[in-house]
């Protein structure tokens, strides 16, 4: 499955569990909030100050 940034972080944690520790040593310590499950992965970077390049090239990887 490829990542994209306008996939949903609850999507993304949905389907694959397993990255949420590359979201966490991102800097994405809210994961568990209710607001975040409907947040795109780039609305999340973009919040928290992140390159959601080079994080969509982690979690693709």
Not at 32 to 41: H, V
């Amino acid at each position: 499955m490829e990542i994209k940034k306008d996939m949903t972080i609850g999507e993304l944690l949905e389907k694959a569990p397993e990255k949420a520790e590359i979201l966490l040593n991102a800097g994405m310590h809210c994961l568990g909030c209710p607001a975040s499950q409907a947040e795109t992965l780039e609305e999340a970077c973009e919040v928290h100050g992140i390159d959601v390049d080079e994080l969509l090239e982690e979690l693709n990887k």
